[in-house]
């Protein structure tokens, strides 16, 4: 069985997708609120790690305080938490020459969540909650920072795997089927069990997989408040498998743009590279080549999307808007296009959607405050 030490042996491919993301958005994140903020932003790390994987890739917190000793020196701030001993200890060690900009803490995150967010006092907030499984991702300690009411924006792993296997204790007779089912209680923050059954029931694995995800979503969503936002990606390994949901949760609309654009910079290739490791094994398998072309084109892709869009703008667009609003609907009423397209396939669909006689535009298509009127 893989245990929370294991995991920091090796930085598996998703692992190292989903650090791109975070670094990227973080980076994104300080760049546009440190040049009006009058004082520092905060980035915390709630389960740290190591810092550094056994293969010597580096890991999210040493990513971030590159980024706060360096570029963004005197702006930002890191706080990261991590409980377990070897692990801090390491942890210690790779962020020693950072000590400037980094504060750590030992133990878990829901012992020095009101410290970290009374320390923070109405700065602006990034926080980043990947938790190996649910345990310490308890609903009491999440609500506390999606909840807060300064600039807050939140990366969440939510592992759907663990809470299925959670889900399958309900009925049980096991004798530690008890503690398995305060965790899920814990998770949700809703402790009739009857309840959480209803909403999470589904005929086949997947269809469970998303009532678990729109579950969530909306406990998070109905904690933020009119304005919040909560988008959902699926980190999927290069053999396909679903390993995890990566979740943004903001208020702010420019900020759910970013975190959608950010995640598809990082992801718009994965089909073809998911098309090559699968004709990588089956050449180790077979040890013949490939007949057909199988890989999918970037440009074949870039398309696809743009077609996907068109439609979908036009069922959205009732006279005018503008196309930050555009961009940002088009995310808040479709949650399965997060991290799918980003600004260039929006502005090639808008494009052509002029081209076609369907929109009017009284600007260029790459600018957010550009006008679309819709003509038929």
Not at 3 to 14: D, H, P, R
Not at 337 to 346: A, I, S, V
Request: with cysteine; net charge neutral; charged share 25%.
């Amino acid at each position: 069985m893989k245990t929370e030490n294991s995991f920091f042996e090796e930085a598996k491919e998703w692992s190292c997708r989903k650090m791109a993301i975070v670094e990227k958005y973080l980076d994104g994140f300080t760049k546009i609120l440190g040049n009006r903020a009058s004082s520092s932003l905060v980035y915390i790390d709630g389960f740290a790690g190591r810092g550094i994987y056994g293969n010597d890739i580096k890991g999210s917190p040493v990513r971030a305080a590159e980024l706060a000793s360096g570029k963004y020196s005197n702006i930002l701030q890191c706080v990261f938490v991590e409980k377990d001993d070897d692990n801090f200890n390491d942890l210690q060690q790779y962020t020693t020459q950072y000590y400037s900009c980094v504060e750590i803490y030992k133990g878990e995150l829901s012992e020095y969540a009101d410290k970290i967010l009374s320390d923070a006092g109405d700065r602006a907030v990034l926080v980043f909650l990947d938790a190996f499984g649910v345990k310490g991702m308890g609903w009491k300690t999440v609500q506390k920072f999606i909840s807060r009411k300064f600039i807050t924006d939140c990366w969440l792993r939510l592992d759907h795997r663990t809470i299925l296997r959670l889900l399958g204790y309900i009925d049980s007779d096991s004798k530690d089927a008890r503690g398995k089912l305060d965790l899920l209680i814990e998770t949700f923050g809703i402790s009739d069990l009857n309840l959480l059954r209803q909403l999470t029931d589904a005929p086949s694995s997947l269809e469970r997989i998303q009532k678990v995800v729109k579950l969530y979503q909306s406990r998070l969503k109905s904690c933020m408040g009119q304005n919040g936002f909560v988008g959902s990606y699926p980190i999927i390994s290069l053999d396909g498998q679903k390993k995890y949901h990566l979740m943004f949760a903001c208020k702010n609309r420019k900020a759910a743009v970013l975190a959608n654009d950010i995640v598809n910079t990082v992801e718009d290739d994965l089909p073809v590279k998911q098309a090559e490791y699968q004709e990588h094994i089956r050449f180790q398998k077979t040890n013949q080549p490939s007949l057909l072309e199988l890989t999918p084109s970037l440009e074949e892709i870039f398309h696809y999307k743009v077609n996907g869009l068109k439609q979908k703008i036009l069922e959205l667009l009732q006279s005018q808007s503008d196309i930050l609003t555009i961009h940002y609907e088009l995310l808040n009423q479709n949650p399965d296009l997060f991290g799918t397209f980003r600004r260039k396939h929006l502005t090639k669909a808008l494009s052509e959607l002029q081209e076609e006689g369907c929109i009017e535009l009284d600007g260029a298509p790459s600018k957010e405050i550009t006008k679309v009127y819709r003509l038929k």
